[in-house]
T-cell receptor, first 114, second 119 residues
């Protein structure tokens, strides 16, 4: 597609439930990133995928968070047993190394845990 | 580890005037990328301008320009002829450049500066 696509745009879930957030990167982009942005805060790195290499999971805040990327394209971020502190905007981004390494972002998924 | 600091949580500018947003960073690397991103209320992060550390010339994109001071590790953004549509949160970001010459993993962001444009 023309840009990074994320779904759902907004999600309200009950505490303790699992949620899945989806990211469809720009076609041809080999790198994919997940960031978290809490209200009024900057962006917190979560995880990075690059081609077939092992992902960099160093930013995942706990073992309740996981992500996968199937076929080198679409990625799913899963949060298990959601807590209220998980409420945030989850931003996905992608980049292609041979185009100046610029990272392009999606519009994010706004997660609210009640 | 690299860090990015934006010391101005909020700024305000009159329409058609010029404003400068500050950013400093800390790194031991000699080659890297620096970026300014704009985030309007729609949440979409939009790339405003980028700078490669090995290039001494300051990057310019229309009304947006940077003052890159490598020795001082400073990377400020100047917005000229400010417009109402410039109102947004602005983030400064750093990205390492790997040995191969390609960038590696994550952008490291500052905490942002909220810019208001007064009519």
């Amino acid at each position: 597609g023309a840009g990074v696509s994320q779904s759902p745009s907004n999600k309200v879930t009950e505490k303790g439930k699992d949620v899945e957030l989806r990211c469809d990167p720009i076609s041809g982009h080999t790198a994919l990133y997940w960031y978290r942005q809490s209200l009024g805060q900057g962006l917190e790195f979560l995880i990075y995928f690059q081609g077939n290499s092992a992902p960099d999971k160093s930013g995942l805040p706990s073992d309740r968070f996981s992500a996968e990327r199937t076929g080198g394209s679409v990625s799913t971020l899963t949060i298990q047993r959601t807590q209220q502190e998980d409420s945030a905007v989850y931003l996905c981004a992608s980049s292609r190394r041979d185009i100046g390494n610029t990272i392009y972002f999606g519009e994010g998924s706004w997660l609210t845990v009640v | 580890a690299q860090t990015v600091t934006q010391s101005q949580p909020e700024m305000s500018v009159q329409e058609a005037e010029t404003v400068t947003l500050s950013c400093t960073y800390d790194t031991s690397e000699s080659d890297y990328y620096l970026f300014w991103y704009k985030q309007p209320p729609s949440r979409q992060m939009i790339l405003v301008i980028r700078q490669e550390a090995y290039k001494q010339q300051n990057a310019t994109e229309n009304r947006f320009s940077v003052n890159f001071q490598k020795a001082a590790k400073s990377f400020s953004l100047k917005i000229s002829d400010s417009q109402l549509g410039d109102a947004a949160m602005y983030f400064c970001a750093y990205r390492s450049k790997g040995r191969s010459g390609g960038a590696t993993n994550k952008l490291i962001f500052g905490t942002g500066t909220l810019l208001a444009v007064q009519p």
